[in-house]
């Protein structure tokens, strides 16, 4: 069955905060009573509001608040043709004082509030109006007859509770039904400014998910034991509630349980796995000795302390806090050498500042207990999402109810935000770690928002950067990287350590050193447990959502400081018996921690994922416990490779590539609709088509050799050969097997749940991908056909569109790229996915190898970008005018498709060195370049078939 297309463009970040998601039902809108203009799409039912989203993605959002309803909804008797095919059975209207209006033209935009007057009228395609009035009417009596929100929002989820009390998971989604169940019970699984509650599962072999919404396309999340590589438990909103399960591909899960007896317990159920218990223990002792003598840079180190501080990059009210280490912001280059570039990490931020300090004291001075110098917080959602902000404006909207913040007070210049944390009486934020370990991206607006104009006639869009960052953000995140591991920081940064997370973070030491927060953010200061009022409680989580939270303290000394250059040396030369390889290895374990008289399981490196955060790809991934180990001298003076300035590219002259001298030898109409793959055979030019059909020519006789339609009646989406069996994959979920020499159909596999997107065989193996999500590895059998089993398959988060397996026959890498702008990095032989990164903000239409070091994508964004195999890191990236569906590579130089109809070759900065512009007549659908041979094979959207060779 074919897959509809996803609805990408309604999420839960469009509710408000603490409104729960129902469920959803077809419908039509009819704008007004003629029955005009009607517009198909699906109803969103919610317990604050209806969103009608239309399958136009042109036409905006529209969201219909309860309190804003003057009427209960009632059926609709149509009067005239132009309604049909609804009915007096299956319509309704409503009336409502305004409407809301989201995503317009299907860009994110500042919600748009418009009065209304007319009656909102609907026809539903499969629930009568009887049916949808006995759903809704309930939620909607509750706003008509509860005045004070906050008990009618505790009143709705009451009521949910209630419906869910009794659910128990659906075993029907169980991968094994031999799998034994272990526990089971409620919990919230945790995303910035989303929970959503489920039920999970754990068996023997896998940790289940099962939310109660049916929002999500996939109903049941599942995890395989044998990747989850530490478990961690967590507070969450100031209880000790919460558990994260990070998993081999650095993507992790957080769960946020009812009380801590049931997190501990299914945190202990998880530990006695056999998968999970061969484990090394370890102490937080060792990772600042191997800081002290320059083993961890100081970037790594930081990540590690927040990770065992409870931040978690899933939890905004906990994300991971770095410091300001520079205060010169207005200088040509930036003296790295010289003390006075850095603040002085002996002070909070608050105290940085004399003549404000003294305010503030003055202020503590004649408050009544509990006291507090500053009234913000250096960490909060609020102040997150002001520095992500053009990388995450959903969830800016989400967090200020539908607005970005004033202009003048948005995040718009480097210096701007210094001057403010050094002079605001209620700014005292430190960063985040994307301004040490990214591609900058989240300085530049790419997404075009419209961010508003300042008092003084500016228009707020790309971050204003300092000049020695000579307007190129990638530079002015490595300069701070720079400067964060640089020898004067090194020297101090055990006494910011101190403030954040260590002796001087409470108690005497903490006002000594004027480090007194909101008494709210404290760890401890509030049992959450014991206060029964709901609003009360709520009054409180809102401070803890507003104010942040003050790290879980970890040192309860001085933290000692870090070697010199000198003292490190002079540690070589006392212990030349350092067994550093048998030190990494060991890092690569997974390693166990006492805690709160438990174990946290800890993976084997210390690299976080930030690039699962929000969906997008805010940073890289941290080199703590690199598999290589560096030497000393490499370890105390860091070279950043990933962020060094751009080499010159050569000259198209320079450039030796396989695209030069190719010429066209003949173009033929090939099939009735758009070509989706070419290969070449021998002689012979095997391609695919949308008319469901497979044809065969010759590139001597430049002619139809063979066609094939014998493979279903869809969409043949690719193709390829082992021995004399050609194999089809089709949209109808099956890949046919076909015998080239009995010209016949062998066999027809059900390979995967949904379309068949791409194939690819190596030997005898072949992988497949699906819009099912899945990734799956098969063995050829020996009556020329495939197993019926998979021999392994990844789980991908969206449906897989796009794949590449490296040529070396002595590489097992593949790659894959997913309609949501994901790309996964997977070893055929060890089975196992490596990486999952975010690499475009819209569908991955092509990826392939370079070389053994370096990946290359092209999206629907419009964006080429090159990323390292080993990390997932961005290396390059440019930008061109046309949606891309196709590219290639001979690893010198990039050739891409797309909706121009022009086939253009590029260096890995963007710059055209073709000779010639291969013009194609219409749309480029798919793309082969033959190594060796000197041929590249194109495909068009109107079904020609173009041959070039030298």
């Known amino acids: 069955m074919l897959r509809k297309k996803k609805d990408k463009r309604f999420n839960l970040l469009l509710l408000q905060e603490g409104e729960i998601y129902y469920q959803d039902f077809a419908c039509t809108h009819y704008p007004n009573k003629t029955g005009r203009n009607k517009s198909p799409g699906r109803l969103h039912f919610c317990s604050h509001s209806l969103f009608f989203v239309p399958d136009d993605t042109r036409s905006a959002i529209q969201c219909y608040l309860f309190e804003s309803f003057t009427s209960n909804i009632t059926p609709f008797v149509p009067t005239g043709d132009l309604f049909k095919p609804h009915n007096k059975d299956n ?11 989201m995503k317009r033209q299907n860009k994110v935009h500042p919600y748009i509030v418009k009065p209304n007057t007319e009656q909102v009228i609907f026809g539903l395609t499969f629930l009568t109006t009887n049916q949808l009035i006995s759903k809704i009417l309930p939620v909607q009596q509750l706003w008509s007859t509860t005045t004070n929100k906050t008990r009618l929002v505790e009143k709705l989820n009451q009521i949910y509770e209630k419906e ?5 998971f659906d075993v029907t989604w169980m991968e094994d039904f031999r799998e034994l169940k272990l526990t089971e019970t409620n919990c919230t699984k945790v995303t910035p400014l989303l929970e959503s509650p489920g039920r999970i599962l754990i068996t023997n072999e896998r940790i289940y998910f099962q939310p109660f919404c049916n929002i999500s396309s996939k109903p049941v999340k599942k995890y395989n034991l044998r990747y989850v590589s530490r478990v961690v438990k967590r507070r969450h909103s100031l209880r000790q509630v919460g558990l994260e399960i990070y998993l081999e591909d650095d993507k992790s899960i957080f769960f946020s349980f009812k009380n801590q007896k049931e997190r501990d317990s299914t945190f202990l159920t998880l530990l006695k796995q056999p998968s999970l218990s061969n484990v090394l223990r370890n102490d937080q002792g060792n990772m600042t000795q191997r800081w002290q003598k320059g083993l961890v840079s100081n970037f790594d180190y930081l990540l590690y302390i927040n990770f ?3 931040r978690s990059f899933n939890d905004l009210t906990q994300y991971p806090v770095m410091p300001w280490v520079i205060q010169d912001y207005a200088s040509e280059t930036l003296n790295l050498n010289d003390a006075n570039t850095f603040r002085d990490l002996s002070k909070p931020i608050g105290a940085l500042n004399p003549a404000r300090l003294k305010r503030f004291k003055q202020r503590y001075n004649e408050m009544p207990e509990p006291k507090f110098l500053y009234g913000s917080h250096y960490s909060t959602p609020g102040y997150v999402l002001y520095y992500l902000v053009r990388q995450a404006p959903e969830y800016m909207l989400k967090l200020q109810n539908g607005r970005f913040d004033a202009p003048d007070r948005e995040f718009h210049s480097i210096q701007s935000t210094w001057n403010s944390v050094l002079t605001g009486d ?4 430190e960063l985040i770690p994307e301004f040490y370990q990214s591609n900058g991206d989240f300085l530049i607006n790419s997404q075009q928002l419209d961010l508003g104009t300042m008092s003084n006639m500016r228009r707020v869009h790309h971050v204003t950067l300092p000049p020695w960052a000579n307007n190129d953000a990638r530079q002015f995140v490595s300069l701070n990287r720079r400067a964060l591991e640089s020898e004067y920081v090194s020297n101090h940064l055990h006494l910011w350590i101190d403030l954040i997370f260590g002796e001087k973070q409470r108690g005497r030491s903490s006002v000594a050193f004027d480090n007194v927060f909101y008494y709210l953010t404290y760890e401890g200061n509030v049992d959450l447990e014991s206060i029964t009022d709901p609003i009360e409680k709520e009054s409180i989580m809102a401070q803890v959502r507003e104010f942040g939270q003050t790290p879980k303290q970890v040192f309860h000394r001085a933290h000692p400081k870090r070697f010199s250059n000198d003292d490190a040396k002079q540690v070589e030369d006392d212990d030349d018996d350092l067994d550093l390889m048998n030190l990494m290895e060991q890092l690569k374990q997974p390693v166990l921690n006492h805690h709160d008289d438990d174990r946290d399981l800890i993976e084997k490196n210390d690299e976080f994922d930030v690039s699962q955060l929000l969906t997008t790809n805010f940073n890289t991934k941290s080199t703590l416990l690199s598999t290589k180990v560096p030497s000393r ?21 320079q450039i030796n590539h396989s695209f030069r001298h190719l010429k066209r030898d003949f173009q033929i109409k090939m099939h009735r609709d758009k070509v989706s793959s070419v290969t070449l055979h021998q002689d012979r030019i095997i391609s695919t088509s949308h008319d469901a059909t497979v044809k065969i020519s010759s590139t001597v006789t430049k002619k139809q050799i063979r066609r094939i339609a014998e493979c279903g009646q869809v969409t043949l989406s690719d193709s390829c050969m082992h021995d004399s069996t050609l194999f089809v994959a089709s949209w109808d979920n099956h890949i046919y097997s076909y015998s080239i020499e009995y010209g016949k159909v062998l066999d027809s596999l059900p390979a995967h749940d949904d379309a068949v997107t791409k194939m690819i065989s190596r030997g005898d193996e072949m992988v497949s991908t699906s819009w099912d999500s899945t990734v799956k590895l098969w063995n050829f059998s020996h009556h020329s056909g495939l197993n019926r089993s998979p021999t392994w398959q990844h789980q991908c988060d969206d449906p897989v569109l796009s794949l590449a397996m490296m040529s070396d ?10 309609e949501s702008g994901d790309v996964v990095i997977f070893d055929v032989r060890a089975k196992r996915s490596l990486i999952d990164f975010s690499a475009h903000t819209d569908a991955v239409t092509s990826v392939a190898f370079m070389n053994q070091q370096r990946i290359v994508t092209c999206s629907k964004d419009r964006h080429v970008k090159i990323f390292s195999v080993s990390g997932g890191q961005e290396m390059k990236s440019f930008q061109l005018t046309e949606s ?7 690893g010198n130089v990039i050739v891409t498709g797309g909706d121009a109809g022009v086939v253009n070759v590029w260096n890995d900065d963007g710059v055209n060195v073709g000779e010639q512009n291969f013009v194609c007549g219409s749309a480029v659908t798919c793309l082969n370049v033959v190594d060796g041979v000197g041929t590249m094979l194109v495909g068009t959207s109107d079904g020609d078939l173009i041959f070039y060779k030298k």
């Open 91 to 101: 319509m309704f209207y409503f009336n409502c004082k305004s409407i809301t209006e």
């Open 164 to 168: 869910h009390q009794d659910f128990t």
């Open 308 to 310: 065992i501080a409870d």
């Open 426 to 429: 209620s700014d005292v934020k």
């Open 633 to 653: 001298r490499e370890l105390r003076n860091l070279k950043m490779e990933s962020n060094s300035s751009p080499t010159l590219s050569p000259s198209k002259n």
């Open 809 to 818: 026959d002595g590489n097992h890498l593949g790659a894959c790229g997913t």
């Open 884 to 890: 891309l569906r196709c590219l290639a590579t001979d």
